[in-house]
C-alpha cells in the first residue's frame, strides 16, 4: 500500500489517513475536525492557483490550506 500527501489525491478521490504530521496544537484541532489515522478522507475539489482544499471526512466538509494538506499522508484506497 502506497503512501501519498493529501494533496496529491485528485478531485473525488478518495483514500485513508495514515499519519498527520503536525505540532500538538494543529494536531489537535485536526483531530477535533476529525481528522485521525484510519479515517477515509475525501478530496471533494481544489481551488485555483495552488489554493486550499475542500475535504470530506466522514459527514464533516473542511477547507483547509496547501501547508495543512501537506501535513496529512494518506494511502490510496483504489482496488489494485
Known sequence: MQCNL???LTSGEQATIRSID???????????????IGRQIEL?????FSGPLH????????VLRQTEARRIQVSDTRPT
Open 6 to 8: 493529501l494533496t496529491s
Open 22 to 36: 503536525a505540532e500538538e496544537g494543529l494536531f489537535q484541532r485536526m483531530t477535533a475536525m476529525g481528522f485521525r
Open 44 to 48: 471533494v475539489r481544489r481551488a485555483s
Open 55 to 62: 475535504v470530506r471526512v466522514g459527514s464533516t466538509d473542511v
